[in-house]
C-alpha cells in the first residue's frame, strides 16, 4: 500500500521550491514574460534543476541524480503547478523516466544535472497508454537508417530543449534540437508554450529498440502524466487559496461575499474535491515510485479525477472574481488556460475513464 | 492616388451614402423595425410573436439587417428601458438611430465597488440648474469605445436609503469628460473598458424617469438584459451545441464512448433550455419579463460553459491551440468563427456579465419562490 501524506523530507523539499518559485517567478513576471513573448524562464530553471537538484530527483545517485523519488518529483510538479511558472521541467521529466529505462547514458547525468533541457517529441494530447511501441511507435516521423523524416506537432517544451528523444520506427532516439526546426505555436497555454517539430534527415542515436524502447516509452508516459497530476492539484490547491482570501475581503451587500452560502458552499466542496486529488496524485506517485502493480490504473485515476479537479478549480476562480476574475491584469486566466490545457494533455479524463474501464475489465455493451 | 488612398476614398463616400442605412431608416419608419413597438417608433403594436415573418421576407430579399450583434446593448437594454420609462420626446430621439445602428449605446452601470450590489454604486450626479455634473468610475463597460450614447445609473441622493437615491441618464459619450480606456480581458482582446466620468454635463432633459426612481427604471434595463442573453428564439442545434454536434458528425476520430454520453447529456440540457427559451418568449408576448428571464440566462450561462468546455476537449491536439493573443478590439465577437478556445474561455464570462449565476439563483429563489432574503438592502 502506498503511503499518502507526505514525508518530512518531501515538505523540505516543497519549502525550498516554493520560496524559489514565490520569490523569482510569482504571477506578474510570468505575466511579463508572456507579454514579453518570452514565456520560459531559463534562470529560474537554471536555480531549480542544476542548484536545487530538481531535474535528477527519481535519478539513483549511481547514475547522476538525488536518488529521491517520483515522490518527491511530484512534490516539485505541485509547486509548480501552483506557480504556472513556465520552465520544461514536465518534458525534462518524461525524458529522465525514458532514459531511466534505456543503458545508462552521459545524456540522463547531464539532464539530472540540469545541464540540458530535453523532452519527448510526441504530441501533448497524445493519451496514456496510446500505442506502445511494436511496430511505428510514431506515425509521423520515419527512421532511414541513422536519421530521422517527418514531423511532430504540439510539442511540449520542445522549444527551452537541446536533445529531443523521438519515437520512430519502433525505436527511441536521441536527436540534437539544434538539427530539427522548431517552431513555436500559438498555444491556449501561454505559460507552457508547445511547438511543431520538422526532422529532414535529421541525424539521430538509437536509444533503444524493440520491447526496452516500449517499456521506455511507457515509463516515460506514465510518469508524465502522474507528474501531470501533481501539477493539477498545485493549480487547483492555488486557485483554491486564492479565491478563499479574496471572498474574505470583497464585500458586497455590506459583508463579504464569502458569507455569502452559495459561495461557502462552493468553495468547500472545492476543498472536498481538492482533498480527494491529493490522495488519488499521491498513489499514484507512491505507485510509480515503487513499481507498483496498479501503477496503470493509478496513473489513469489521477488523470480522470484531478484534470476535471483543476479545470474546476479555475473556473471557479475567475467566477467568484467576478468581472476582475475575467481580465488579463487578473492571475486567474493563467490558472484556467493551464488547468484546460492540461485536462487535454495525455488525454482527456473522458478518455481515462474509458482507458480505466478496459484496464479494470468493465466492458461497454455488446 | 495609391490604391490604399482610394480605398479610403471609397470607405468615406461609402459613409456618406451608406444604402444600408437609407433602407433601415425607411424600415423603421415603416413600423417593419420591431413590429410590437408603437406605431411611429418602429413598430405597428402587433404581438413581438410576428417579427419573424418580418425578418424572413426581408432576409428572403437579400435586405441589409441592423446587424444586431454589434448593438446588442441598444435593442436588448436601452431600447426597452426608453419605451418604458423615457418620454415621447426622447423616444422620438433616441430609437430610431439606435435601431438602425446609427448610434450605438453602452450600459454604465457596474463600478469597482458595485458589482452584485449595484444598487450601492458611488457615481454621483449633482444639480446645476438645468443639467447635472456628473463624476465617478464605471467599470467593465462593453463597446464603450464605440458608442455614442450611454445608459447611465447614477448617485443623485447620497442620504437616501441606497435604493431610492438613484437616478437614470442617458449620456452622451462624446461629452467632455467622459474617459475610456481599454480593459483587457482573459481572451486576449478588450471588448470592454474602464470609464472616468469627470464632471460630465447632462442635460436634464436627458434624465429617463424621475429623480430617485433610476432602480426602477434600472430593474427594466435588468430584466431585459437577462432576456436578451440567451432568449431569442433560435432552432435546434443553434450555437453551441450545434458546433459540437457538427464537430461529432464530420469528425469520426473525435469520437469515443464517454464523450458520447456526454454529448447526449447537454444536447437534452440545451434543447430543453431552447424550449424554455421559447416558451418564455411566448409568455413575454404581451408583458414585461419577470424573474423568469434569470432562469433562461442562468441556464445559458451554464450550458454555453459546460459544452464549450466539453467542445474544447473533445478536439484534443487542436483544443492545444489558440487563434490570436495581440490585444485587439474586436467588432461584435462572431463566436462560431472563433477557435473552441476562444470560444471556452468567452464563455466564462457568461455566469459574470448581466448579472452572474449566484446572484440569479438568489433572485429565483427569492423572487419567485418567495424564499426569505440572505441579505437585506
Ligand atoms: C465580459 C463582461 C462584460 C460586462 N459588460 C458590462 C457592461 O457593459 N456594463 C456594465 O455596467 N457592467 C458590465 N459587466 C460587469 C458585470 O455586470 C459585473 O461583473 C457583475 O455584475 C458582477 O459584479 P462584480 O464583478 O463586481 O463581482 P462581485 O459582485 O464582486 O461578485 C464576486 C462573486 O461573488 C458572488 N456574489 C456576490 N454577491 C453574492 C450573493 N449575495 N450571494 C451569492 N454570491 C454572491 C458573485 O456571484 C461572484 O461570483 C461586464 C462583465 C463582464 C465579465
Known amino acids: 500500500m502506498t503511503a499518502l501524506l507526505y514525508t518530512e523530507t518531501e515538505e523540505d523539499l516543497r519549502a525550498t521550491v516554493r520560496k524559489v518559485l514565490t520569490g523569482r517567478s510569482p504571477w506578474q513576471a510570468v505575466l511579463a514574460r508572456i507579454d514579453g513573448g518570452e514565456p520560459y524562464d531559463a534562470g529560474l530553471w537554471h536555480t531549480l534543476a542544476a542548484e536545487i537538484g530538481c531535474a535528477g530527483l527519481p535519478v539513483p545517485a549511481g547514475r547522476g541524480g538525488a536518488g529521491a523519488g517520483w515522490r518527491e518529483a511530484a512534490v516539485v510538479a505541485e509547486e509548480l503547478g501552483r506557480s504556472v511558472a513556465p520552465v520544461p521541467y514536465l518534458g525534462c521529466a518524461q525524458a529522465v523516466a525514458a532514459l531511466l529505462a534505456c543503458d545508462d547514458t552521459e545524456l540522463l547525468r547531464r539532464l539530472s544535472d540540469g545541464d540540458l533541457v530535453a523532452t519527448l517529441a510526441v504530441p501533448l494530447s497524445t493519451p496514456l497508454g496510446a500505442a506502445p511501441p511494436a511496430g511505428a511507435l510514431s506515425p509521423t516521423v520515419r527512421a532511414d537508417g541513422d536519421t530521422l523524416t517527418g514531423t511532430v506537432t504540439s510539442v511540449l517544451d520542445a522549444l527551452p530543449a537541446d536533445v529531443l528523444i523521438v519515437p520512430a520506427g519502433g525505436s527511441l532516439w536521441q536527436v540534437a534540437a539544434a538539427d530539427a526546426r522548431i517552431t513555436a505555436v500559438t498555444s491556449l497555454d501561454q505559460t507552457r508554450p508547445l511547438a511543431d517539430i520538422s526532422f529532414d534527415a535529421a541525424p539521430a542515436v538509437r536509444l533503444a529498440t524493440g520491447a526496452p524502447a516500449g517499456r521506455a516509452w511507457t515509463a516515460a508516459r506514465t510518469a508524465g502524466a502522474v507528474l501531470l497530476a501533481a501539477e493539477q492539484l498545485g493549480i487547483a490547491d492555488r486557485c483554491l487559496e486564492t479565491t478563499v482570501a479574496y471572498v474574505k475581503q470583497r464585500h458586497q451587500f455590506g459583508r463579504p461575499i464569502g458569507s455569502f452560502q452559495a459561495v461557502k458552499h462552493r468553495l468547500a466542496q472545492l476543498w472536498v474535491q481538492i482533498t480527494q486529488a491529493r490522495a488519488v496524485a499521491r498513489h499514484a506517485a507512491g505507485c510509480l515510485t515503487t513499481g507498483d502493480p496498479d501503477t496503470p490504473v493509478a496513473a489513469h485515476l489521477a488523470q480522470a479525477h484531478c484534470a476535471d479537479v483543476a479545470v474546476r478549480a479555475a473556473q471557479d476562480c475567475v467566477q467568484l472574481h467576478g468581472g476582475i476574475g475575467f481580465t488579463w491584469e487578473h492571475p486567474a486566466h493563467l490558472y484556467l488556460k493551464r488547468a484546460k490545457s492540461d485536462a487535454i494533455a495525455f488525454g482527456t479524463p473522458a478518455r481515462h475513464r474509458d482507458a480505466l474501464a478496459a484496464l479494470l475489465h468493465l466492458p461497454g455493451p455488446g | ?377
Not at chain 2, 495609391?2 to 468615406?12: G, I, M, N, S, V
Not at chain 2, 466539453?310 to 493573443?325: Q, V
Not at chain 2, 439563483?361 to 423572487?367: D, K, P
Request: charged residues 25%.
Open chain 2, 1 to 377: 492616388m495609391r490604391a490604399d488612398e482610394l480605398a479610403a476614398r471609397t470607405r468615406e463616400f461609402l459613409s456618406a451614402y451608406d444604402p444600408a442605412t437609407d433602407f433601415l431608416r425607411a424600415r423603421f419608419d415603416a413600423g417593419l423595425a420591431w413590429v410590437h413597438y408603437p406605431r411611429g417608433l418602429g413598430g405597428l403594436d402587433l404581438p413581438r410573436a410576428l417579427q419573424p415573418v418580418v425578418d424572413e421576407v426581408l432576409a428572403a430579399a437579400g435586405a441589409p439587417d441592423n446587424d444586431p450583434l454589434r448593438i446588442t446593448v441598444g435593442l436588448g437594454m436601452a431600447a426597452p428601458t426608453i419605451l418604458r420609462h423615457g418620454t415621447d420626446e426622447q423616444r422620438r430621439r433616441w430609437l430610431r438611430p439606435l435601431w438602425t445602428g446609427e448610434e450605438l449605446w453602452c450600459q454604465l452601470f457596474s463600478e469597482p465597488g458595485a458589482g452584485s450590489d449595484l444598487a450601492s454604486l458611488t457615481t454621483r450626479a449633482v444639480r446645476h440648474g438645468d443639467d447635472w455634473l456628473v463624476s465617478g468610475q464605471k467599470v467593465w463597460t462593453s463597446t464603450a469605445h464605440e458608442a455614442r450614447w450611454a445608459i447611465l445609473l447614477a448617485r443623485t441622493d447620497p442620504a437616501a436609503p441606497k435604493h431610492d437615491g438613484l437616478t437614470f441618464f442617458a449620456c452622451d459619450m462624446t461629452a467632455p469628460g467622459v474617459d475610456v480606456r481599454p480593459l483587457r480581458q482573459l481572451t486576449g482582446e478588450a471588448e470592454f473598458n474602464e470609464v472616468f466620468l469627470d464632471e460630465v454635463r447632462i442635460p436634464d432633459a436627458d434624465r429617463i424617469g424621475g429623480i430617485g426612481q433610476g432602480w426602477q427604471v434600472a430593474r427594466t434595463t435588468l430584466m431585459n438584459e437577462r432576456v436578451a442573453i440567451g432568449g431569442a428564439p433560435v432552432p435546434r442545434e443553434h450555437g453551441m451545441i450545434g458546433i459540437v454536434a457538427r464537430a461529432w458528425r464530420e469528425r469520426p476520430s473525435v469520437r469515443t464512448a464517454g464523450a458520447r454520453d456526454e454529448l447526449m447529456r447537454l444536447w437534452v440540457a440545451a434543447e430543453a433550455a431552447r424550449l424554455s427559451a421559447r416558451r418564455l418568449g411566448e409568455q413575454l408576448a404581451a408583458g414585461q419579463p419577470g424573474a423568469e428571464g434569470s432562469a433562461v440566462k442562468y441556464a445559458f450561462a451554464l450550458l454555453n460553459q459546460e459544452i464549450s468546455g466539453f467542445g474544447l476537449e473533445l478536439l484534443g491536439e487542436e483544443g492545444l491551440r489558440y487563434d490570436d493573443w495581440t490585444m485587439r478590439r474586436p467588432p461584435a465577437v462572431d463566436w462560431a468563427l472563433r477557435t473552441p478556445g476562444y470560444r471556452y474561455l468567452r464563455a466564462r464570462a457568461n455566469s459574470i456579465e448581466g448579472g452572474t449565476s449566484e446572484i440569479l439563483c438568489n433572485i429565483i429563489a427569492e423572487r419567485v419562490l418567495g424564499l426569505p432574503r440572505e441579505v437585506t438592502g
